[in-house]
């Protein structure tokens, strides 16, 4: 009997498709054709014409524009400080969640909706907001004057900003995670002896360590990109507080979008890795950790 005819004589149950497997709801065609379609609209062919628009340059030409003096100063000001306030956000973003979440409180209600008020309040406002509170003769500003600290107009400011608009992205994004892990878990730790900082080290951050670096991700990215909120307490000068986004705003008012292109695909591939690796470190953390 040869292979062929084992083949055709195996029950149909037995063999496995080729891609998927079956659904009893029909609509994998047109739900991923759908899918492929919006994400090309809207993130790949947007992310191809600015590429192409920066292949217009020459080679040296490109690196001119993309890595002058002034470019440098706003990559090194918008990516440092987009990854400090990511951090930042990621210590106060666990220990705002830890509360929200363990413990009740007056006003817990209050505090759990102004987490989620940058989500809502235009960037402009926020930036408005910010430079009001933090200026030289701001309610808080005027208090840290005196004392040296130099809050608004500055890369202090900057990062400042990042921190209010990237603070929800870590508390949501722990938070169902940290609901889920039952205080059981915490007890039975304490029961086989382990400490307060064991059990935090040891039983709850590797648990909350997923979670964690998407929401750490997701508030780098938004740092990185962040526009509205920064340019009213930056200060927006060259080679000290100005941002990248500034400065491809600058370039565009200037009419030389190859320049800008040039720029936005630097943010673009440096993004692209960092998130990568944030990317590659959660799945390894969930694989095998």
Same mark, same amino acid.
């Given at each position: 009997? *040869?292979?062929?005819?084992?083949?055709?004589?195996?029950?149909?149950?037995?063999?496995?498709? +080729?891609?998927?497997?079956?659904?009893?709801?029909?609509?994998?065609?047109?739900?991923?054709?759908?899918?492929?379609?919006?994400?090309? +609209?809207? !993130?790949?062919?947007?992310?191809?014409?600015?590429? +192409? @628009?920066?292949?217009?340059?020459?080679?040296?030409?490109?690196?001119?524009?993309?890595?002058?003096?002034?470019?440098?100063?706003?990559?090194?000001?918008?990516?440092?400080?987009?990854?400090?306030?990511?951090?930042?956000?990621?210590?106060?973003?666990?220990?705002? *969640?830890?509360?929200?979440?363990?413990?009740?409180?007056?006003? @817990?209600?209050?505090?759990?909706?102004?987490?989620?008020?940058?989500?809502?309040?235009? *960037?402009? !406002?926020?930036?408005?907001?910010?430079?009001?509170?933090?200026?030289?003769?701001?309610?808080?500003?005027?208090?840290?004057?005196?004392?040296?600290?130099?809050?608004?107009?500055?890369? !202090?400011?900057?990062?400042?900003?990042?921190?209010?608009?990237?603070?929800?992205?870590?508390?949501?994004?722990?938070?169902?995670? /940290?609901?889920?892990?039952?205080?059981?878990?915490?007890?039975?730790?304490?029961? +086989?002896?382990?400490?307060?900082?064991?059990?935090?080290?040891?039983?709850?951050?590797?648990?909350?360590?997923?979670?964690?670096?998407?929401?750490?991700?997701?508030?780098?990215?938004?740092?990185?990109?962040?526009?509205?909120?920064?340019?009213?307490?930056?200060?927006? /000068?060259?080679?000290?507080?100005?941002?990248?986004?500034?400065?491809?705003?600058?370039?565009?008012?200037?009419?030389?979008?190859?320049?800008?292109?040039?720029?936005?695909?630097?943010?673009?591939?440096?993004?692209?890795? /960092?998130?990568?690796?944030?990317?590659?470190?959660?799945?390894?953390?969930?694989?095998?950790?």
């Amino acid at each position: 009997m *040869t292979a062929d005819s084992l083949a055709a004589q195996r029950p149909a149950a037995a063999r496995r498709p +080729l891609f998927r497997r079956r659904s009893a709801i029909p609509g994998f065609g047109l739900t991923l054709g759908v899918t492929l379609s919006i994400l090309s +609209l809207v !993130v790949l062919i947007p992310l191809s014409a600015v590429a +192409l @628009k920066a292949a217009e340059l020459s080679p040296s030409e490109f690196v001119a524009a993309a890595f002058s003096e002034r470019a440098l100063a706003a990559y090194r000001l918008t990516f440092g400080a987009a990854l400090v306030a990511a951090i930042a956000n990621g210590v106060f973003g666990v220990l705002t *969640t830890w509360a929200l979440v363990r413990y009740d409180f007056p006003g @817990k209600t209050v505090i759990n909706a102004l987490v989620d008020l940058p989500f809502a309040l235009p *960037t402009a !406002v926020a930036g408005i907001a910010l430079a009001t509170l933090y200026a030289p003769n701001g309610w808080i500003g005027q208090f840290l004057t005196p004392l040296g600290i130099k809050a608004a107009y500055n890369p !202090v400011g900057v990062t400042i900003a990042l921190i209010f608009i990237g603070l929800p992205f870590v508390v949501r994004t722990i938070e169902p995670v /940290m609901r889920d892990l039952s205080a059981d878990v915490e007890e039975a730790s304490a029961s +086989l002896g382990a400490g307060r900082l064991q059990t935090i080290w040891r039983v709850i951050l590797p648990a909350l360590g997923p979670a964690w670096l998407t929401g750490f991700a997701m508030a780098f990215a938004r740092g990185v990109g962040e526009y509205g909120s920064v340019i009213f307490i930056a200060g927006n /000068m060259p080679y000290k507080s100005e941002i990248a986004p500034l400065l491809i705003i600058i370039q565009l008012e200037q009419f030389q979008y190859a320049q800008a292109a040039s720029i936005a695909v630097v943010m673009l591939v440096v993004s692209f890795v /960092m998130l990568f690796v944030i990317n590659a470190i959660q799945a390894f953390s969930r694989r095998f950790v």
